[in-house]
């Protein structure tokens, strides 16, 4: 089993930047992609950016971030990590880390708890 840890956060002002991280500890064996999502109250949960976990370590962003955010992760210390800039207030939300099989999705895979990121005008 899969546990995930989001840290960092919080609030940041627009146009500034931030970072979270996710620690995955378990059995990461079957795990191929990891990703991070957000959601807004009342609003769908959305894929921010995913990576997958292999040697060709192919990302994808929403197109709400592409150009500003980037995924990356640091094998040795099994850590995800969202670089967050030029952030707006539209980007306030709930953002999880998840990990998963690709032959599953996000949806079967293992999620962290979630930590808010407020962006402020």
């Known amino acids: 089993q899969v546990q995930l840890v989001e840290s960092g956060g919080g609030l940041v002002q627009a146009g500034g930047s931030t970072r979270l991280s996710c620690v995955a500890s378990?059995?990461?064996?079957?795990?191929?992609?990891m990703g991070w999502y957000r959601q807004v109250p009342g609003r769908q949960r959305e894929m921010v950016a995913s990576?997958?976990?292999?040697?060709?370590?192919?990302?994808v962003y929403s197109d709400a971030v592409e150009g500003r955010f980037t995924i990356s992760r640091d094998s040795a210390k099994n850590t995800l990590y969202l670089q967050m800039n030029s952030l707006n207030p539209e980007d306030t939300a709930i953002y999880s880390c998840?990990?998963?099989?690709?032959?599953?999705?996000?949806?079967?895979?293992?999620w962290g708890q979630g930590i808010q990121v407020t962006v402020s005008s």
């Open positions: 378990g059995n990461m064996d079957s795990i191929n992609a």
């Open positions: 998840a990990a998963w099989r690709l032959i599953d999705g996000p949806s079967s895979g293992a």
């Open positions: 990576i997958t976990i292999t040697s060709s370590s192919i990302t």
